[in-house]
C-alpha cells in the first residue's frame, strides 16, 4: 500500500537550512531519495521553529521505504547529516502521497491520536475537506496506528494555527535540485 513519509529534522546549534553543506545535502538526498522511490520529495520549514525541518514524500509501501533506510546511499547521507541535524520525529502515515499537492507552498499538520476524534477514520485513510481548505487528508500512522496525520492546505493564511495543535509549514525550494 502506498504511504507518504513524514520526517521531523531538527537542526543542531547553530546551524540552520542556509547553511551551505546542508542544502547541498538535501539536494543530493532529493535526487537520490527520489530515484529509490520513483516520488518527488518535498521539503518544508515550521513557520514558528526554524530549527524545524520536514520532509513529505512517497513510498509504494513501508517495505519499500526500509530497503532504502538500509541502503549504503541512505546510511552515508545519514552520516553526512549528523554533524548537523537530529531525526526529531519519523511516521510512515496511510495515505497515498499521489493525492498531495506537491505545489502547496504552506502545508498544515496536526497529530493526534484516535480517542481525540469522535469519528473513526478508514484503514486507508482518504481525501477529506473542510470549510477554509483548499485540500485535506488524513492517515493512520504505520507505526503507531492510534496516531492520525491530518495534511491540510488552506484557502487562505490564519492566524494562530498553533493553538489548535497544527503545525504549519512553508515550502523550501532548492531551484536546481527539486525534483
Known sequence: MPVTEFAT?????????DHPPIRQGFQTLFVQQAEWSG???????????????????????????NKWIASQANRDLLAYFEPFITIDDFAHVAIDFSQFPTNA?????????????????GDEGGHIENQGELWAAEGKGEEKP???????????????????????????????AEV
Open 105 to 121: 507552498e504552506v502545508l498544515t499538520c496536526r497529530k493526534y491520536s484516535v480517542g481525540d476524534q469522535h469519528h473513526e477514520l
Open 9 to 17: 529534522f531538527k537542526f543542531k546549534e547553530p546551524f540552520t537550512i
Open 39 to 65: 516520488y518527488p520529495l518535498t521539503l518544508y520549514i515550521n513557520t514558528q521553529n526554524e530549527q524545524l525541518v520536514y520532509l513529505v514524500s512517497g513510498w509504494e509501501s513501508v517495505e519499500a521505504h
Open 146 to 176: 492510534t496516531d492520525i496525520y491530518r495534511f491540510a492546505v488552506l484557502k487562505a493564511p490564519q492566524s494562530n494555527l498553533d493553538d489548535l495543535g497544527l503545525i504549519t509549514m512553508k515550502r523550501i525550494h532548492f531551484n536546481d
